[in-house]
């Protein structure tokens, strides 16, 4: 069981968790205007890991037939047969039992919004076979996460800075733009729909490009409108200084550095925005 366990927690890369859980973080502290009850900070934490497992394996789960057929993704665990359907499905109810339970325990609105934030990372799974929109969708339903973690904190949306969702929402569909272009010869072929299938490498990343722009332009305003001040502006500059150096050692043509720009770059942006308005509010 533990080896299923394993092999599972790396089918649905579980480290990569750090993209969405200090957003879900950052969504906390501004709600509890500082460091939330340890009670809702462990049932936060419990939400996102539920969720983002319930989606990832769902994710894998529907799309084994073209993991199987694409050489780079057919040594994964359910195409290789290390994981049957019928486990993976275990998994993904468990994990989707423990968001709604951790939702419950919380209050009431978070109940509310939790079908509607696991519908759609679920829904995102089938995207790719009717519009090239799919990473648009990935980035909605990733931009739930600090609006989970404020209403965790709050019980209500009032004051909850919705410039914020809509930076994470342009952030990740700009990753997942310029990740997807690894597939962009596959999906043509497979007759699934990526912006890089459809528009090609170059038009895509200066789509990705445009995107992060806007993205840093919303989290900075974020520290504005929050009044964060100048601990927040670090993290800000970090921030982005990350993100240019992901489109700087990545371009159409060399995608080869892809891993260090995809995981390492937006894992730092994720935790160094978190980090910056947790030392923020500790010295407003």
């Not at 394996?57 to 665990?77: H, I, Q, S, W």
Request: proline share 3%; hydrophobic share 55%; charged share 15%.
């Amino acid at each position: 069981m533990l080896d299923k366990i394993s092999i599972f927690l790396e089918m649905i890369k579980f480290k990569l968790t750090i993209f969405a859980l200090p957003f879900a973080f950052m969504g906390a502290w501004l709600g509890a205007d500082g460091v939330p009850k340890l009670d809702i900070f462990l049932w936060v934490i419990l939400a996102m890991v539920g969720a983002r497992t319930c989606a990832m394996g769902f994710n894998r789960l529907v799309d084994v037939k073209f993991d199987r057929a694409n050489p780079r993704t057919a040594e994964r665990a359910l195409p290789a047969g290390t994981i049957k359907m019928v486990e993976a499905w275990i998994f993904i109810i468990v994990s989707g039992l423990l968001f709604f339970l951790a939702c419950y325990m919380l209050n009431a609105l978070t109940m509310q919004l939790a079908p509607v934030a696991l519908a759609l990372t679920l829904f995102y799974s089938y995207t790719k076979r009717f519009t090239w929109l799919c990473h648009v969708v990935l980035g909605m339903a990733l931009a739930f996460s600090p609006l989970g973690g404020f209403v965790a904190v709050t019980g209500s949306l009032h004051g909850y800075p919705w410039m914020l969702s809509l930076a994470v929402l342009f952030w990740v569909t700009g990753f997942d733009i310029v990740y997807a272009c690894l597939d962009a010869e596959f999906d043509r072929e497979a007759g699934l729909n990526s912006m890089p299938a459809r528009f090609g490498r170059k038009r895509s990343f200066r789509i990705a490009q445009g995107l992060h722009v806007l993205a840093f332009c919303l989290f900075a305003y974020t520290g504005v409108y929050c009044d964060l001040g100048t601990y927040y502006f670090l993290g800000i500059l970090s921030a982005g200084c990350a993100l240019f150096y992901q489109h700087y050692i990545v371009n159409p043509d060399d995608l080869s550095h892809i891993q260090v720009s995809f995981f390492t770059m937006n894992g730092m942006i994720s935790v160094s925005l978190f980090a910056a308005t947790w030392l923020a509010l500790m010295f407003r």
